[in-house]
């Protein structure tokens, strides 16, 4: 039996709903992947991201993986046993850079900060001074407190030190500012399920010229075949003729191209501030129910708002509530902060006050 | 600008037609990856990829990723520094298990056998005797060449020499017979895009409760995230809650779902039968032609026909001609085979004798 669904809001860290014209690329007639039909889809996709990312850097596409994906490329390609890397620790994903580049055999310097704060710049700096790492890794976006960090002046450190600026713009990314160039950053990689507005599925990065020379310099070969960034090079890239790496996921980067001239059309600053925005009325309407700020004023996400609970809230009761009944998804906290927050998304074609209102509208029955 | 799409008749080595239902479930709105009713379709899909596997294999769901990242998932779980793999060679396909295998630093034996041939069992089964490798890995249907690989009498040698047995159904499964349990496979994965009929971007892979119990006895954790087995198994089983790891594809699950419940709907045999079928008659029609296959009867696999083409034919010319004034794609070769012969695929919803007529009928013209 095919399991039936239904339309809902998803208000969650995740995915969130895609605009008709995303869906309906996704349902377009496939093409071969090897077609120069395809490739065009291809090459428009990486010249939107480009603009998207605000970068110049050629290396610049969607890997064939969900956005944790994304992460492993850029690490796996990266980092060698030995190499040290440091890395801001104030929630989940920064916790996962950590494990996977110790799992890759680096040498890993946690800066840690409480978890609902941005790291900071200064102590972050230090560290790479000190430590002169092969990368210095920060979460732009932190999903799991709804954290926006801050990155101003460490591309200076990082090229001091000459060490690669690393960040995880998953959250941010068409919902922010994230401006690869003007920061310096070298590597970066985000997902397709916030602020693009595509299904989950793709993970597009981007990598500095100064990045490529690092990684040409690696003294053995990427222990990977899937991510191996030479091998996928000459299938998007394909200076001088495509070679057969993977087959890309046809239906995926036709969401993904469609997707990536809206955020073009609607243009990205326009684009910010309908986020910011809608994060600023939601935080007044739910700021008079009890719900609070986890994050300081100055460090909050607009992507994704995390809130205290009032005083003897049901939170999971409610949540579970509000999606049955309601067809309206928000997000518990994760990791030590389950049970106390909830996390608001409000992404992409989502990010409005009619949504803002709609969860109000549903959730004044349980408060 | 986005790219506009044509309808096409893809008869290369994938991906192929995706039905109608399929693309519609590919545009059905979306849910939460932590939903219930998420959870549901993953519960439903696992169930339905048993089926198509011919297995009890509880362990059995797709990778999120395409074919390859099946491929990489399964070696990294199972291969450690120093252990040994002997694997067949006789494609791209061998190849790449054989080359991913030895950046993991594994101990690799490779047993080759001419392209266009299937590997000899007796040589193969005396290698796993000689070298007791942890991984015995065969490609059941090899996607370079056209081979459909027999495995009868290797699992018995595998389990006298405490050895997994891997195998690559990527183009084979629903389209020939591919019996995981029958066999004694240990280790399987498939991709999407060739007999199952979806578009490409998921892995289905199955693992024994024999090659479970190999993996708990690691040395060390899995040197990966993204493929890690046991963080994926919190959150795909979830036997007592699911863990979040990654967020799935969900679009291309509600597709897979759809595509494995028409197959069941069809019926495995009737679906090989009408795969043989369809390509009994594509060479008995471009054998009139000229085209003689590369592969000796009773190695032939179905889905993926390669044919040494006629005296003097130019077959890139010809390819790209029936691509863009016909809209009809096939496969050119590969590696030492490319310029030499074609790869027609006849998959899925293609795998009929109108295919091969309207192939016939445009063709006609070039010959």
Redesign the interface.
């Known amino acids: 039996?095919?399991?039936a669904?239904?339309?809902?809001l998803?208000l969650?860290p995740?995915?969130?709903?895609?605009s008709p014209s995303v869906?309906?690329?996704?349902?377009?007639?496939?093409?071969?992947?090897?077609?120069p039909?395809f490739f065009?889809?291809m090459e428009?996709t990486k010249s939107l991201l480009r603009k998207v990312f605000q970068t110049e850097n050629k290396v610049t596409f969607p890997v064939?993986?969900?956005?944790?994906?994304g992460?492993?490329f850029l690490l796996?390609n990266f980092l060698e046993p030995g190499d040290t890397l440091v890395v801001g620790v104030n929630g989940v994903f920064g916790g996962?850079i950590a494990?996977?580049s110790e799992?890759?055999?680096a040498n890993v310097i946690r800066v840690e900060q409480e978890w609902g704060r941005a790291v900071d710049v200064e102590i972050f700096n230090q560290a790479i001074r000190e430590h002169r790492p092969k990368i210095a890794a920060l979460v732009n976006g932190e999903t799991s407190t709804g954290v926006y960090q801050n990155v101003d002046g460490i591309a200076a450190v990082c090229r001091e030190s000459d060490t690669l600026f690393f960040i995880d713009c998953v959250t941010s990314l068409a919902g922010m500012p994230v401006s690869i160039d003007e920061w310096g950053v070298d590597v970066a990689f985000s997902?397709t399920?916030k602020c693009l507005g595509v299904?989950?599925?793709l993970a597009p990065v981007t990598i500095s010229d100064r990045a490529l020379e690092v990684y040409r310099k690696r003294s053995r070969?990427?222990?990977?075949?899937?991510f191996d960034l030479d091998a996928i090079l000459a299938y998007v890239d394909g200076d001088g003729g495509r070679s057969?790496?993977?087959?890309?996921?046809?239906?995926?980067a036709?969401?993904l191209?469609?997707a990536l001239?809206e955020i073009v059309d609607e243009g990205l600053e326009a684009r910010w501030a309908r986020h910011a925005d809608a994060a600023a009325y939601l935080r007044e309407q739910l700021g008079a129910f009890g719900f609070a700020p986890v994050v300081p004023e100055g460090e909050r996400l607009n992507p994704l708002t995390t809130l205290h609970l009032p005083e003897g809230f049901d939170e999971a009761k409610v949540r579970g509530a509000l999606?049955k009944d309601h067809d309206i998804?928000v997000g518990a906290g994760?990791g030590p902060l389950a049970g106390k927050i909830w996390r608001i998304g409000l992404m992409a074609s989502n990010a409005s006050r009619d949504s803002v209102d709609t969860l109000i509208g549903a959730l004044k029955d349980y408060l």
Chains 1, 2 share one sequence.
Do not use: W
Not at 14 to 18: K, Q
Not at 27 to 34: E, K, N, Q, T
């Open positions: 039996m095919q399991t669904t239904t339309s809902k998803l969650g995740g995915p969130c709903n895609a869906l309906e690329a996704l349902s377009r007639p496939l093409v071969g992947h090897m077609d039909e065009d889809v428009s064939s993986g969900t956005g944790s994906s992460m492993e796996v996962r494990s996977l799992k890759l055999g997902g399920q299904p989950p599925g070969p990427t222990p990977s075949f899937y057969y790496h993977h087959t890309a996921p046809i239906s995926m036709f969401a191209e469609t001239q999606l998804e994760l």
